[in-house]
């Protein structure tokens, strides 16, 4: 079976992973570099922000992410040489209004990396010493995990492109769909040129609206800027994850830290705004004062695929039978990414599926936007 996909970010890539492993021919099509959009930007976290503050069919998605990654870390770091740089960090939350519903929350939904533990001040500075002492407790969640992500995105890449089923043709535009009978007989890219494939995946992330008008379906995909900041400091410097009020600072092993995140509705512009970076940096200071000492390296902003309810949409889309999409993750692709595309290829391939596909089916489309107008 040859396969097209539209869309080489995060979940388009691992798309093409699942799929090619099964044996299928891959296309995969990017009007820009592979994993160059929203999978770059983000800050890598292996969970939602709040777990509890998300719909039960995002952490579903999201709680397969870490041991998933880890699985395609093995089979692709001999072959790329490229590591994932999972790192085992935990996250502390100060957000005292969270601290009941985040200790509670791991057992009252069945899931053991999100349990919690409600440390002291003492306790606190033991596990991060360079918490501002104004901060007198916290929630910790010691299995919680940051994932390099444009070293993942590195790694995919490269598998990919070496792979003898898989065709990559980046820059390319795919702009309409030739359909007649319910199903699609090609995608135009913008010089004319016809793809043709047995079956076809979109997955444009926050440009997915793009195919509502010809589909004759209200996508409501929109895209919202996240702004980024990146410090330098020594080697595992920071031990942990920090959040507070919904900023965050994310260590990598090599001592850079990531900050973020804003949320902006500006439209496709991904210029980063300086009042914006300086409440991050205020925000993350806040946390760990320590943090001013060392130089900022990068800034930079993404856009996310913002959806009404931050439900992705995996499946055939309604009425066409060669047609699915792999959209609408909003702040949580990364995590959500390894098990929705493994959805999708179950649902392709006619296999059985892993979790409910219902939740997430494309037939949401038309009613959702009935709801939220």
Known sequence: MHIAIIGAGISGLLTALELVEQGCQISIFDQQQAGQAASWAGGGILSPMYPWRYPQAVNTLAQYGKSMYQTWNEKLLPITGIDFEIHDTGMLIFDEDDFDIGLNYAKRNQEPMQQAEYLKHNALAQINPWIDPKFQHAIYFPELSNIRNPRLLQSIVAYLKQHPLVNFVEQTHIIKFQIQSQKVLSAIDQHGNKIHADQFVIATGAWSQHWAQQLNLDIPVHPVQGQMVLFKAP??????????????????????????????????????????????????????????????????????????????????????????????HFRNGLCMGPASAQLLRQLMLKQSTRIDPMPYSPERLNTEQLIIS
């Open 235 to 328: 080697a595992h410097w920071l031990p942990t994850m920090c959040m507070n009020k919904v900023m965050y600072l994310i260590p990598r092993q090599d001592g850079h830290i990531v900050c973020g995140s804003s949320m902006a509705h500006c439209g496709f512009d991904t210029t980063p705004d300086a009042k914006t970076q300086q409440n991050i940096v205020d925000a993350c200071l806040e946390m760990v004062p320590e943090l001013a000492q060392f130089p900022i390296v990068k800034q930079w902003a993404g856009l996310r695929p913002s959806s009404p309810t931050g439900v992705p949409y995996i499946g055939c889309i309604p009425e066409i039978n060669n047609l699915w999409m792999n959209v609408g």
